[in-house]
Antibody, heavy 118, light 110 residues
Framework: QVQLVESGGGVVQPGRSLRLSCAAS????????IHWVRQAPGRGLEWVAI????????YYADFAEGRFTVSRDNSQNIVYLQMNRVRAEDMAVYYC???????????WGQGTLVTVSS | QSALTQPPSASGSPGQSVTISCTGA?????????VSWYQHRPGKAPKLIIY???KRPSGVPDRFSGSKSGNTASLTVSGLQAEDEAIYYC??????????FGTGTQVTVL
């Protein structure tokens, strides 16, 4: 079955960096784009970024542009989200999500919590 | 990118129907047939229930249906059941290859 397992969350100081990972299994990883979606405490879902199936293209939400970088290793079935210059408002649960090849989010991980605190 | 607009809450008795709207713009909802809907229960990962405006993934009951008119998409849940109580989010593909979520609607089964 499709599984997406995030890791790398934790406490990070404002202005510092953090790298999230997402290990995928149960499907042909190199055939699917992968998204990152987040949910801040008490807030709704918010799209963060997408990386195409072959890593050729990436797109970011405005708040992530220039600070976050998404990458993937199709030989290891892993996607990364590098978060730089982290801000208080980046505190959230970050979900790794498979694109169902119709610009939808068909399988979700359980999420990893990023806490921003000095 | 502003979030799509959804009503904060909707409710109905068991067996009734509720319809949730999702209003965007011509740059997102109105411009593409890539609107999808998600059911999010507390402590669980969101679940895809409608994609490409009207399509249901396998395993999703046909009580869930989607539609779109202009810049507004809608999700209808017919024959409400207690298990349908959750927060529902819409999302749309947008110009510049980005995505935007709706503000979320809490559905309560009375």
């Amino acid at each position: 079955q499709v599984q997406l397992v995030e890791s790398g969350g934790g406490v990070v100081q404002p202005g510092r960096s953090l790298r999230l990972s997402c290990a995928a299994s149960g499907f042909i990883f190199s055939s699917h784009a992968i998204h990152w979606v987040r949910q801040a405490p008490g807030r709704g879902l918010e799209w963060v970024a997408i990386i195409f199936h072959d890593g050729s293209r990436t797109y970011y939400a405005d708040f992530a542009e220039g600070r976050f970088t998404v990458s993937r290793d199709n030989s290891q079935n892993i996607v990364y989200l590098q978060m730089n210059r982290v801000r208080a408002e980046d505190m959230a649960v970050y979900y790794c999500v498979r694109d169902g090849r119709g610009w939808n989010f068909d399988y979700w991980g359980q999420g990893t919590l990023v806490t921003v605190s000095s | 990118q502003s979030a799509l607009t959804q009503p904060p809450s909707a409710s109905g008795s068991p067996g009734q129907s509720v319809t949730i709207s999702c209003t965007g713009a011509s740059s997102d909802v109105g411009g593409y047939n890539y609107v999808s809907w998600y059911q999010h229960r507390p402590g669980k990962a969101p679940k895809l229930i409608i994609y490409e405006v009207t399509k249901r993934p396998s395993g999703v009951p046909d009580r869930f249906s989607g539609s779109k008119s202009g810049n507004t998409a809608s999700l209808t849940v017919s024959g409400l059941q207690a298990e349908d109580e959750a927060i529902y989010y819409c999302t749309s593909f947008t110009v510049k290859n980005k995505f935007v979520f709706g503000t979320g609607t809490q559905v309560t089964v009375l």
